[in-house]
């Protein structure tokens, strides 16, 4: 068996002296490890770096081996991003995430084409931290989506107002709003505009939408396989509450 697609390194393990490990995101083919042969080498070293995007070639006897994998540059983003720390760190994040998260050989076209989307926000001079926080906050409610876990920020589940949504409940993922949760506010997330539809957004709403899907990521995705969120997460919250 053997496929060949555009993909997004997530990762890089040592096998042996000078060979490696590697899981991508193919766009056709989801996420995928396989054997690369001189991967830790000089040659290659600079290829096989987290979001960098690569042609990817996948071939093994039988479909269940681990199967080996030849890799062309196509973007190199990450060394882009080596003196834009919260943006290397929101990168390394995402990866990482995606890596623990997303089943291995099941199709994730539309997980790839946001991820795509995410990466082109991060390396852009352009777009300013918060225009790609905002993205990336969204971009992990999707995930969540995408995997079965959505959050419904429609109306209040406790009257079906759609007007003054301003909380989550942590049980139900589902939006509250501000007089059926004033009671129990204590227990609620903050719940931002931006997360519903256009608004502005400020350090704090970020950091409340941040909140939101670290909270149902740990419960839903990471938490039942044993795992954390990744430490870059961690990192680059703390240089976006830094500027």
């Given at each position: 068996?053997?496929?060949?697609?555009?993909?997004?390194?997530?990762?890089?393990?040592?096998?042996?002296?000078?060979?490696?490990?590697?899981?991508?995101?193919?766009?056709?083919?989801?996420?995928y490890?396989?054997?690369?042969?001189?991967?830790m080498?000089?040659r290659?070293r600079?290829?096989?770096?987290?979001?960098?995007?690569?042609?990817?070639?996948w071939?093994?006897?039988?479909?269940a081996?681990?199967?080996?994998?030849?890799?062309e540059?196509?973007?190199?983003?990450?060394?882009?991003?080596?003196?834009?720390?919260?943006r290397?760190?929101?990168?390394?994040?995402?990866?990482?995430?995606?890596?623990a998260?997303?089943?291995?050989?099941?199709?994730?076209?539309?997980?790839?084409?946001?991820?795509?989307?995410?990466?082109?926000?991060l390396t852009d001079?352009?777009?300013?931290?918060?225009?790609?926080?905002?993205?990336?906050?969204?971009?992990?409610?999707?995930?969540?989506?995408?995997?079965?876990?959505?959050?419904?920020?429609?109306?209040?589940?406790?009257?079906?107002e759609?007007a003054?949504?301003?909380?989550?409940?942590?049980?139900?993922?589902?939006a509250?709003?501000?007089?059926a949760g004033?009671?129990?506010?204590?227990?609620?997330?903050?719940?931002?505009?931006?997360m519903?539809?256009?608004?502005?957004?400020?350090?704090?709403?970020?950091?409340?939408?941040?909140?939101?899907?670290?909270?149902?990521?740990?419960?839903h995705?990471?938490?039942?396989l044993?795992?954390?969120?990744?430490?870059a997460?961690?990192?680059?919250?703390?240089y976006?509450?830094?500027?």
């Amino acid at each position: 068996m053997d496929w060949s697609d555009d993909a997004i390194i997530l990762g890089t393990r040592k096998y042996g002296e000078a060979d490696a490990l590697v899981d991508v995101l193919a766009h056709r083919e989801g996420r995928y490890c396989g054997f690369v042969r001189g991967g830790m080498g000089r040659r290659q070293r600079g290829i096989l770096q987290v979001g960098n995007g690569v042609q990817a070639s996948w071939r093994a006897r039988v479909e269940a081996n681990l199967g080996s994998m030849t890799l062309e540059l196509k973007v190199a983003r990450a060394a882009q991003l080596f003196a834009r720390p919260a943006r290397l760190a929101a990168l390394s994040s995402t990866a990482a995430l995606l890596l623990a998260a997303l089943p291995e050989r099941q199709p994730q076209a539309k997980v790839y084409e946001a991820f795509v989307e995410l990466l082109h926000m991060l390396t852009d001079d352009q777009i300013d931290d918060q225009e790609w926080a905002i993205a990336l906050v969204r971009f992990e409610a999707g995930l969540l989506a995408e995997l079965g876990f959505g959050l419904d920020l429609s109306a209040c589940a406790a009257t079906g107002e759609v007007a003054n949504l301003i909380y989550v409940s942590p049980r139900s993922g589902r939006a509250v709003g501000a007089e059926a949760g004033r009671p129990y506010k204590e227990k609620l997330l903050s719940l931002p505009a931006f997360m519903i539809g256009p608004a502005a957004a400020d350090r704090e709403d970020i950091r409340a939408g941040f909140a939101i899907t670290g909270y149902f990521l740990e419960r839903h995705l990471l938490g039942p396989l044993g795992r954390p969120l990744p430490d870059a997460r961690a990192r680059m919250l703390g240089y976006l509450a830094d500027h």
